[in-house]
């Protein structure tokens, strides 16, 4: 059955503080992960797309990268508007063309 | 540039009450897709359509749901005979069939609570 696990559940860092979040994937075969930002009482909001193990994307203080197993997206000095839960999801070949499936995301807050 | 709506963003209502929410995607869009999220937790797929077509219901939908897209346009998601077990945050996203790299946009949400 494919899923996605992401660690830690929360993480608080103070204004400055790189860290990384993790998004580890049971999939048969990847067509896509994704990352996505919510706020609280939102919908989620697209980040980034990656497709092939070595993979890598960047926007703005956030990375996100990509191998067989599991997907970090580091956080490079944030700030407390970086502030949300961070949600991982992949999209299978052979399952329904689109269907996405979700982790339980981490919640990130950044104090200043 | 519109996004992905959803109407409405709130509604309460009593166990055993018919509820109905819309989605409208994005104009271009032919892929729309159907989640639920409850607190803690990340989205869980429902449904899925192309165009008018629904191709996929996912076990979590039971007989009181039921959704449509006619025209292939917006969609609408009912819920008969609610039970408080069905609060929760719908949300609605679309993509662009064919077209890489294949990501969903996702609206605002529906909250909804049964009471």
């Known amino acids: 059955e494919d899923q996605v696990t992401q660690s830690p559940e929360a993480l608080r860092l103070q204004e400055g503080e790189s860290s990384s979040l993790n998004c580890s994937y049971t999939?048969?075969?990847?067509?896509?992960l994704f990352w996505y930002r919510q706020d609280p009482g939102k919908g989620p909001e697209f980040l980034f797309t990656?497709?092939?193990a070595g993979e890598e994307k960047e926007k703005e203080r956030l990375k996100a990268t990509l191998t067989k197993k599991e997907s970090f997206l580091h956080i490079t000095a944030p700030k407390p508007e970086d502030s949300a839960t961070y949600l991982c999801?992949?999209?299978?070949?052979?399952?329904?063309?689109?269907?996405?499936?979700f982790g339980r995301g981490t919640q990130l807050t950044v104090w200043p | 540039d519109t996004g992905v709506s959803q109407d409405p963003r709130h509604k309460i209502t009593k166990r055993g009450q018919n509820v109905t929410f819309r989605c409208d995607p994005i104009?271009?869009?032919?892929?729309l897709y159907w989640y639920r999220q409850t607190l803690g937790q990340g989205p869980e797929f429902l449904t899925y359509?192309?165009?008018?077509?629904?191709?996929?219901k996912s076990r979590l939908l039971s007989d009181r749901f039921s959704a449509e897209r006619p025209k292939g346009s917006f969609s609408t998601l009912e819920i008969q005979r609610t039970e408080q077990g069905d609060s929760a945050m719908y949300l609605c996203?679309?993509?662009?069939?064919?077209?890489?790299?294949?990501?969903?946009?996702f609206g605002p949400g529906t909250r909804l609570t049964v009471t």
């Open positions: 996203a679309s993509s662009l069939q064919g077209v890489m790299p294949y990501e969903q946009y």
């Open positions: 999939v048969s075969g990847l067509r896509g």
């Open positions: 990656l497709y092939s």
């Open positions: 999801a992949v999209q299978a070949r052979g399952s329904t063309l689109g269907r996405l499936y």
């Open positions: 104009s271009e869009h032919n892929r």
């Open positions: 359509f192309q165009n008018e077509a629904q191709l996929e």
